[in-house]
């Protein structure tokens, strides 16, 4: 199933997401997928942000999702602060990063492309293929409350895909 675009992001939602953009750039730059993540608290504190290094690290689990909630873990970020505090990422989380999202109790999900207009970079080569389960349907099924809007910014998000995946 998917969502219409959010086009009525608000101006701190924006300029969050754009910051989630700008990293999955700063990623690709170094030879990886171009995914990028930015954790913010309700008072406006960037708690963490990350991009893929998969490609880097050979870690298949180094998205930038999960690279940020790893960083919240180290600076032992309350769950209370976490449950008020959103996660932007520059596209849809996979199946992998809305199940990391929802152990790290945060509240509340922004993202950039969506998983289906993002398989049209990733093409049909196997290794490159994602899990077909939306994020909504993991974060329907969490007993907490996990807010999401998205696909927003799509064009924006979109710019860093173009070119980044085999053919
Ligand atoms: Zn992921």
């Given at each position: 199933m998917s969502f219409p675009e959010e086009n009525n992001l608000d101006e701190?939602?924006?300029?969050?997401l754009r910051k989630?953009?700008?990293?999955?750039?700063?990623?690709?730059?170094?030879g990886n997928r171009p995914f990028g993540a930015v954790v913010v608290s309700e008072a406006g504190e960037v708690l963490a942000e990350a991009y893929?290094?998969?490609?880097?690290?050979?870690?298949?689990?180094?998205?930038?999702e999960t690279n940020a909630i790893r960083l919240l873990g180290a600076r032992k970020v309350p769950r209370d602060v976490l449950a008020r505090s959103t996660i932007y990422s520059s596209s849809e989380p996979c199946v992998m990063c809305a199940g990391a999202i929802f152990w790290s109790a945060?509240?509340?999900?922004?993202?950039?492309?969506?998983?289906e207009r993002l398989r049209v970079y990733r093409g049909e080569r196997g290794e490159q293929r994602d899990a077909q389960l939306s994020c909504r349907d993991v974060f329907d099924a969490s007993p907490h409350t996990i807010e999401c809007i998205g696909p927003a910014l799509v064009d924006e998000a979109a710019a860093a895909h173009i070119g980044a995946w085999k053919e």
């Open positions: 701190r939602d924006g300029r969050y989630a953009i700008v990293w999955s750039h700063a990623g690709r730059r170094r893929c290094d998969s490609t880097e690290t050979g870690d298949c689990t180094g998205h930038a945060i509240g509340r999900v922004v993202y950039g492309i969506d998983a």
